[in-house]
Nanobody, 127 residues
Framework: QVQLVESRGGLVQTGGSLRLSCAASGRTFSNYVMAWFRQASGKEREFVAAISRSGGITNYADSVKGRFTISRDNAKNTAYLQMSSLKPDDTAVYSC????????????????????WGQGTQVTVSS
């Protein structure tokens, strides 16, 4: 069992920045691919970014590429999502997810590939 706890999101203005963190406990953090998903009101959950077990490989949704950066610190059992140049369209509940993998280079983009989820945190970008 893995428990994931996201940091508090918040309200930011268009063009602003925000960093989310996801603290994991329970199992060996480095055995898990980590990702961030988001769900805006009335919309489907969508993939934002993922990072491989060692952190060497990342994958981003086209909508956030160049603006968001996913990272992880395996010594601290924590994953991060640095968000910059935020837009109103980025407003959503952001959730981190952990997916066990035996492949060190794997990054997953679909929710079904993840085993554990955080409770989600609201990020609101004002225009």
């Amino acid at each position: 069992q893995v428990q994931l706890v996201e940091s508090r999101g918040g309200l930011v203005q268009t063009g602003g920045s925000l960093r989310l963190s996801c603290a994991a406990s329970g199992r060996t953090f480095s055995n898990y691919v980590m990702a961030w998903f988001r769900q805006a009101s009335g919309k489907e959950r969508e993939f934002v970014a993922a990072i491989s077990r060692s952190g060497g490989i990342t994958n981003y949704a086209d909508s956030v590429k160049g603006r968001f950066t996913i990272s992880r610190d395996n010594a601290k059992n924590t994953a991060y999502l640095q968000m910059s140049s935020l837009k109103p369209d980025d407003t959503a509940v952001y959730s981190c997810a952990a997916g066990r993998s035996v492949v060190s280079t794997a990054v997953y983009v679909t929710p079904s590939q993840y085993d554990y989820w955080g409770q989600g945190t609201q990020v609101t970008v004002s225009s």
